[in-house]
């Protein structure tokens, strides 16, 4: 079974205001048309009723007399057949059977006794009842005819009609011409209906304009400056009241973003501060312990326990405190160092790192024929291939396959690349659009895949952010773990590149995906 298809409906409110009034003006000329109509047709039919009132019986009297009436004596025998109207048609009936017949034609003062009537006919006109009351028949040879029966004085049945056929010309005409005049009043009201609707709701449509210039600017953070308010228009009219509502609305929007830039500048200063202030302290702390080791005199095990501790944390603090740092200057937009970095060696260093860090993961590695070079700071890509190879050993179980994988992409294909799969675009939350450059040159494109657990699906919306730790998600057995700055750095770092990160994760198939534009090397 074929699914029915729905009549287009109007969208916007111009088109179903518009829609709305000629369809109230078609109905309207409709049900005026109608009662023209009606009414004509009922006025016109009961004139032909008066008409038919005076013909009376005396013409199909006449029929029985071949045209003569029974008692006119005074040599004028058609004198009353002359007074009658063109079309006028008799009958006599007896017993049910029509005996005699006659029509008045066009120009001829005799009646026609030759009407071809059919056995249909017959019985139509056998089926009047003779109660004197006009009735509609239809005769196939003459058309639809308005006929009066009653009763003669030789038990016979006297019929006489008048056509319906001016009657129904008429009423046809008045169709017409209300069908035209009703078209083109339809047709003039739409248009200048379309116009009067679109010119009342232009201050809507500067609202709208607003919104939607509001809604392509970017809120997420930075300094944003909306654009000029909507135009407002009488306040005691509703598309006035919206505007002005949407215009406070957009003072308070204002406001709260600019408190809330405020509020992140200040945040960041403190993180900066914070963690430039705290480097020299947990340092000392650090060197201290160390020192306190170094002592050569006997050292009770307990204490030899708390300062290796302390030498422990004090060094999970300081690269804590570099990492924040790190991030406090990427925020501010810290330019990094650009040179030539060749990522296939970045590559197999990383992995090699990672290859002692963790003997008891399997490491591939999928490189290809020529070097990979791209323009960057060595040592925070360096940092990206670390931290990426790090959470997948840190959050997989021994045993587990790692593939590092680098290709270069051309440029019609760097747009397409590393979405997300079955809607995990959230998980991509510090993906940024890739540089001109990229688009011009092609990307090089840097994944690390595992096939560990992968990451839970509540998770990736904010894997990319600080502080995001899920070790004991990943892998059940992990003890320790980093403070979740690793995939924020990871994020950060690239962005700062022009490049963009994403995350595809599935049981048993877990993905990051770096993409970094090649650019122009050459300069350094």
Known sequence: MRPVRRLPRPRTLRARLTFGLVVLLAVSCAAVGL???????????????????????????????????????????????????????????????????????????????????????????????????????????????????????????????????????????????????????????????????????????????????????????GVVALPARAPETDPRGEVGRVAGAFNRMLGHVEDALTKRHASEERLRSFAADASHELRTPVASVRGHAELALLHPGPVPAEVTRALERIAAESSRMGEMVDDLLLLARLDAGRPLEREPVDLTRLVLDAVTDARAAGPDHRWTLDLPAEPVTVPGDTHRLHQVLANLLANARLHTPAGTKVTVTLETEAAEAAGGAGGTADGDRSAAAGEVAATATAAATGTARLSVHDDGPGVPEDLRPGVFERFTRAEHRRRPDASGGGAGLGLSIVAAVVEAHGGRVALDSLPGATTFTVLLPLGDVSSG
């Not at 004596?73 to 009936?93: I, K, N, Q, S, V």
């Not at 009351?133 to 003459?142: D, F, N």
């Not at 209300?178 to 809507?204: E, K, Y």
């Open 35 to 221: 009662a023209a109509v009606v009414e004509l047709n009922g006025f016109l039919t009961q004139r032909l009723d008066e008409q038919l009132a005076q013909v009376g019986t005396r013409f199909p009297e006449s029929l029985e007399h071949k045209g003569a009436l029974p008692d006119d004596h005074d040599g004028d025998e058609h004198g009353d057949t002359r007074r009658l109207a063109t079309g006028t048609f008799g009958a006599r009936l007896l017993d049910g059977r029509v005996t005699h017949k006659g029509l008045i034609r066009s120009g001829d003062p005799s009646a026609d006794l030759d009407v071809g009537l059919s056995a249909a006919d017959r019985a139509r006109l056998a089926g009047v009842p003779a109660d004197g009351r006009p009735h509609t028949v239809g005769l196939s040879a003459l058309g639809d005819y308005r006929v009066v029966a009653s009763a003669g004085r030789d038990r016979d049945v006297l019929i006489a009609g008048l056509p319906l056929e001016p009657v129904q010309a008429t009423v046809r005409r008045l169709e017409l011409v209300a069908g035209i005049v009703f078209g083109l009043a339809l047709v003039v009201t739409g248009v200048a209906g379309a116009l009067w609707v679109r010119w009342s709701l232009r201050p809507l449509s500067r609202v709208a304009d607003t919104a939607t210039r509001v809604s392509e600017l970017p809120l997420a953070s």
